[in-house]
């Protein structure tokens, strides 16, 4: 991690719009890491209003910005995308996780669980 930048991040993708705005929000960071690696999930509906997604695929718009990307597919159940993403990234070791966050409250929490708060 010379001068700071992250060499090896982890985008876990959806498609979402809380992942859409993780995007946006990392890309300076993406932009000057060694490597990035798309954990591409099953596409959640996004909500053009709220925010904007990346046109064509995330690979495409990736690789204008980022010097390598790596995509890698899954097409676990969310109850298990934390395992994934935890193990992808130790894996491919990698410094940094980006992926969107929100949160169910009360039973659902309980029932469902939450991949963001396992990661």
């Known amino acids: 991690m010379s001068d700071g930048a992250f060499r090896r991040v982890l985008l876990a993708w959806n498609g979402g719009c809380e992942a ?6 990392s890309r300076p960071i993406l932009e000057r890491a060694d490597e990035v690696i798309v954990l591409q999930g099953r596409p959640r509906e996004v909500a053009s209003s709220i925010t904007k997604p990346p046109p064509g695929d995330i690979e495409t718009y990736l690789r204008r910005h980022v010097s390598k990307v790596t995509v890698a597919d899954t097409d676990v159940k ?7 993403i ?10 940094l ?20 708060g396992r990661v």
Do not use: E, F, P
């Open 86 to 95: 935890l193990d992808l990234a130790s894996t491919a070791k990698c410094d």
């Open 20 to 25: 859409t705005r993780a995007l946006h929000a």
């Open 97 to 116: 996780i980006v992926m969107g966050a929100y949160g169910r409250r009360g039973i659902s929490r309980l029932i469902l669980g939450s991949a963001t």
């Open 78 to 84: 969310d109850a298990d995308a934390a395992d994934q």
